[in-house]
């Protein structure tokens, strides 16, 4: 039941195309080992108000992927990788600072 949450700043729309990075990363988890095309949950979060380190450069992607226990810490380091290079491969700004978090579902319904 894997959740991808990217959160981004608003400047970043105008560089780049989060249909298709929302897509690509989509895709991208879908081959790793032990997840479902089926039920992955895609979506991107606009950030209003952020600040990045002395704040003349406030654009950034933040990839969370949220899934549930069991996965070998190789594996999920294998899945960060990808994932960040796939997200890298769209950024097209210099300043956009990039990070990509992997960690578990707490209880889980659906």
Known sequence: ???IIVEH??????NIDLKKLNMDLHTCLSEQETVSLASIKTRSIEVDNAITGDG?????????VLLLAGRSEELKTVMADRLYDVAKSHINDEHCLLSVNISHLGTYRK
């Open 1 to 3: 039941m894997p959740h």
């Open 9 to 14: 700043t608003s400047s970043i729309k105008k």
């Open 56 to 64: 003349k450069h406030n654009s950034f992607i933040h990839i969370n």
